[in-house]
């Protein structure tokens, strides 16, 4: 596409002022652009030309604020960052809509309350031992190795649009949320706070194994911090602490051990690893309805060819867990 080129681009913009008492709507505005416009240049455009009612925040337009995350054709993005051009060749129009999992004030503007007070639950500062405070006036060493384990996490500019991807947060409104979590797990592993433990036996039971690892919330970050690797470590280490206490916990124990066995899942099994013998008993109508469709899922699953590579895999990462590798 030539960079001199002009498009025509519509843009449908969700429309919503509970003042007036009217209902959500798409207005839809019609653009020459540059296909390298930002889509927030765009949408300022539309506000200075077209209609100065239109509602939305941004700042920095340098990708570095996080103000004007919303959705722009369906996905969390910061429209300073998203470009008009790529977006029109595959849709054929550009419609922007607030961020999700957050109630709408006006237009493209959401009450992130929410959001925040997720962030705030977590605690998130350092908990310093009062009897070894830091040495006032001078830096408090670390190695590079202790930097690297959480190197991704300070570049986190709390845009919310890992928070509006997260289907979690949409089904459970109690979860905290990937941007809490990936927040959570750069205090647990910074070797200066002294809450590391307590973070992970409360993180347990309040929402961790809530993620539906669906890594919407990778995808979305403008920033690269990965939260949803970073909610994988929370639950390695949520296990390695306290053990499998929680039913996500030990269903995850459960799959691992069921592949590590034969290869395939053995599904009678791994509902009473997760459930127990009581959790058992409480899925027997369902499991009937299932016997009398499926008979076969009595027969506990034969190993898979190549199951001794299986096995190798996972010494493999047991070896390079050890290793911090």
């Known amino acids: 596409m030539p960079t001199g080129e002009l498009l025509t681009i519509p843009f449908d913009v ?37 209609d100065p009612s239109l509602a939305l925040r941004y700042s920095c337009r340098s ?8 959705l722009v054709n369906s996905k969390s993005r910061l429209a300073c960052q998203t470009q008009v051009g790529p977006e029109f060749a595959e849709h054929g129009r550009i419609v922007i809509d607030p961020m999700s999992n957050q109630p709408v004030i006006r237009d ?17 500062h350092l908990i310093l031992d009062p009897m070894h405070p830091m040495p006032e006036g001078r830096p408090t060493s670390m190695s590079p190795a202790q930097v690297a384990r959480f190197e991704e996490t300070p570049r986190c500019i709390a ?8 289907p979690a947060v949409a089904a459970d409104p109690a979860f905290p949320g990937p941007m809490a979590l990936a927040k959570l797990y750069r205090f647990v592993v910074d070797p200066r706070d002294t809450a590391s433990q307590d973070r992970l036996m409360r993180i347990q039971p309040g929402g961790l194994w809530t993620c539906l690892r669906c890594h919407l919330c990778t995808s979305s ?25 929680e039913r996500g916990s030990r269903h995850a124990v ?31 109508p369902q499991g009937l309805r299932m016997l009398r469709r499926k008979p076969e899922i ?14 190798r895999i996972y010494e493999l990462l047991e070896d390079a867990g050890e290793d911090g590798t």
């Open 14 to 50: 969700y429309r919503y002022d509970p003042a007036d008492g009217s209902t959500p709507r798409y207005a839809r505005y019609t653009l020459e652009l540059a296909p390298h416009t930002p889509v927030l240049t765009a949408l300022l455009r539309i506000r200075s030309e077209i």
């Open 63 to 70: 990708a570095i604020c996080g103000s004007c995350a919303m």
């Open 108 to 124: 493209l503007v959401v009450d992130q309350s929410p959001f925040w007070k997720e962030y705030e639950r977590i605690v998130p």
């Open 159 to 166: 845009c919310g649009s890992c928070y509006s991807a997260c």
């Open 221 to 245: 970050c403008p920033k690269d911090v990965r939260p949803s690797e970073r909610i994988r470590d929370l639950k390695e280490m949520a296990i390695a602490a306290q053990g499998a206490t």
């Open 254 to 284: 459960g799959f691992k051990d069921n592949i590590a066995e034969r290869g395939l899942l053995n599904e009678s099994k791994l509902v009473r690893q997760t459930d127990g013998i009581v959790g058992m008993i409480g899925q027997i």
């Open 298 to 311: 009595l027969r506990a699953p034969h190993a898979i060819e190549g199951q001794d590579e299986v096995q």
